[in-house]
């Protein structure tokens, strides 16, 4: 199993559709994230739309951060949701399917509906540093 603790930047996003058709990024085309696991079982994750403008016909920056305790099995992660831009999100948890590519971590969820159709979410992490220490 690799060890996940340290500090991610996001790589890149991908999404495709049931059919394996490719979908609108996650975050869009230029999107942003960090991604800190501590190593007392902590985490904290922050996502960003980061363009300057939307493109024509767009109305929502995509926009996502959370902490929590997290649980990490080698395949399966499970966060705790104790805080979140998103308050619905607050006291559930959040779980993420993980496996690598080289030395990329990529983090799936369970395909979900988006502007009507199910969506498939890739996002790739490489480690920029080791997670702080306390």
């Known amino acids: 199993m690799k060890n996940i603790v340290g500090t991610w930047r996001l790589y890149k996003t ?4 049931d059919a394996g058709k490719p979908m ?5 085309a230029k999107p942003r994230g960090l991604l800190v696991f501590y190593a007392d079982k902590r985490m904290m994750s ?3 739309d980061s363009r300057n403008e939307l493109a024509a016909g ?4 995509e926009y996502n951060s959370y902490c929590g305790n ?3 099995d080698g395949k399966t ?14 006291g559930g948890d959040q779980t993420r399917f993980t496996h690598f590519d080289g030395e990329l971590l990529v983090l799936t969820q369970k395909p979900r509906l988006w502007q009507g159709v199910m ?5 790739y992490w490489e480690r920029i540093a080791d997670a702080p220490v306390d």
Do not use: F
Not at 14 to 17: I, L, T, V
């Open 70 to 72: 997290y649980e990490y």
């Open 58 to 61: 767009e109305t929502v920056r």
């Open 14 to 17: 991908a999404a495709h559709d």
């Open 24 to 28: 609108h990024p996650p975050y869009g």
């Open 119 to 123: 969506q498939h979410r890739e996002l």
């Open 77 to 90: 992660l499970v966060t705790h949701v104790d805080a979140s831009a998103d308050p619905k999100r607050v």
């Open 46 to 48: 922050v996502l960003c």
